[in-house]
């Protein structure tokens, strides 16, 4: 259950009214629990809509009378479709954020959530300050994402056959297919690029990157790791370029060119 304060919320919208609120979904089964999240983010100034499963979300991503959803709170335990399955099926088509909502708190849980794609993990109970928190860190970080898209003159590095546009957040591969990165991913090979060569530990790549999704020993970097190895090809290929260091953290070996 949600632990609720009886302070007044804050607007995120802030004085900002040129800018419509961010729109989250919330998908969960607990009627009672998704009225009260729906009911605290739109106090706090987010276009907030609940669904019940899967296939409610799917009707209101669907829906062209609500703007896109700029983040998802996807619970794991649903009716129908788990949440784990739906997160795996949404970040293959897109990479909209979004953050796991579940009871279940085990590092195993949260590991197996960070790598179906989702770009946070919170365990039930949770405080309602930390969960505003969270949401405000997973939508700076995409917001910072969309934001590069539109500056000029992207940076290019050049690695090992692949090209990275680093300001409109792209990737090509060797062979010039697009290969399509989460805010969190992005974050971390443009850290690694920034850095060639060097070995990084896993809580210096983390502040580097200023991923927060968990502390450095709930595995995050190492789930992000997994994943962008998987993007690339797979972990043979992708060990010749990001090496593992045993027990320390991360390097990457492939020379570096930037334009």
Known sequence: ML???????????????????????????DAP???????????????AMGVADGQELARAM?????????????DIMLPGESGLSLCRRIREASPV????????GQ???????????A??????????????????????RAGE?????????????????????ARRHELYAPSGAEVALTAAEHELLLTLLRNPQRMIGRERLMELSRNRIASASDRAIDVLVSRLRAKMGGARRTDLIIKTIRGVGYMLVADVTQS
């Open 3 to 29: 632990q609720t304060s009886t302070a007044s919320a804050v607007q995120s919208a802030g004085n900002d009214t040129a800018r419509a609120p961010s729109s989250i979904i919330i998908v969960e089964d």
């Open 33 to 47: 629990l998704r009225a009260l999240l729906a009911r605290l983010l739109t106090e706090d100034g987010y276009d």
């Open 62 to 74: 669907g829906d062209p009378h609500r703007p896109p959803a700029d983040l998802i709170l996807l």
């Open 97 to 104: 954020p979004m953050i796991i909502v579940s009871a279940r």
């Open 107 to 117: 590092e195993a849980d949260r590991v197996a959530g960070l790598e179906a794609g």
């Open 119 to 140: 770009d946070d993990y919170i365990a039930k109970p949770f405080g309602r300050s930390e969960l505003l928190a969270r949401i405000r860190a997973v939508l700076r």
């Open 145 to 165: 994402t969309r934001t590069q898209l539109q500056a000029p003159a992207p940076v290019v590095f050049e690695f090992a056959g692949w090209r990275y546009l």
